[in-house]
């Protein structure tokens, strides 16, 4: 079996990991099922690369998942998005179900032959060595990260919101002369249910969003 055609069996083996139902994400977003204690983590990874002329995108990406995550990992050939000709979604299945951990996109002259490998929250929270996703990434063809979400739980009220905005009001956000855009949704007259300070935005390449989701969670005395 060539390596292309494989691809196209990885639907039935996330179809019989989930019982025979249709796989479908169950988390979205940058949720994520584990949260490592201390510093921060990765929360989201976009990579594109150039693949080499006899290189199956999908399968690559697959090849590392397996050696990122373990255990068992399973494709599922569909469309590209995003403009690329070419596009397999990833899962891994838990208790029976097939979870949606990624995806990777490939192919057509829109976007000049590159390849993307899109790494859900998930995803993310799963891998075992980051170590080795850098040497992987390092070892590309023009590689260039185009998405990077880091997240940081202060579990016991380490840093408040009350200090993200004593930064923002001390110019520690400062970029090219003056300070970035802000917005603060969520409950600030009432803060019993979560606050929320939003600086910067995403089509500007950086936003920092600072929450108390202890609160926003149920719990009004969560650090």
Not at 19 to 39: D, I, K, M, N
Request: charged share 20%; proline share 6%; with cysteine.
């Amino acid at each position: 079996m060539s390596r292309p055609s494989a691809v196209a069996t990885y639907a039935a083996q996330a179809k019989r990991a989930s019982g025979g139902a249709a796989a479908a994400a169950l988390l979205t977003g940058g949720e994520s099922f584990q949260h490592p204690e201390g510093g921060a983590k990765v929360d989201w990874l976009t990579v594109t690369f150039l693949p080499e002329p006899d290189e199956h995108p999908g399968l690559n990406c697959h090849d590392q998942l397996l050696t990122w995550l373990g255990g068992s990992v399973f494709g599922e050939e569909c469309a590209g998005m995003l403009g690329y000709d070419h596009g397999v979604r990833y899962y891994i299945p838990v208790n029976g179900t097939p979870i949606f951990i990624g995806r990777c996109d490939w192919g057509g002259d829109f976007k000049k032959g590159r390849a993307r490998l899109d790494l859900s929250g998930t995803g993310c929270s799963k891998v075992a060595d980051w170590h080795a996703v850098r040497q992987w990434a390092e070892s590309l063809i023009q590689p260039v990260i185009t998405r990077v979400d880091l997240a940081v739980d202060c579990l016991q009220g380490e840093f408040s919101i009350e200090d993200a905005v004593a930064w923002y009001q001390g110019g520690e956000f400062n970029a090219g002369g003056r300070n970035p855009r802000h917005s603060t949704p969520g409950d600030w007259l009432n803060p019993h249910y979560g606050r929320t300070l939003e600086i910067g935005r995403r089509t500007n390449g950086k936003m920092l969003r600072a929450y108390e989701k202890g609160r926003q969670l149920g719990d009004p005395d969560s650090p």
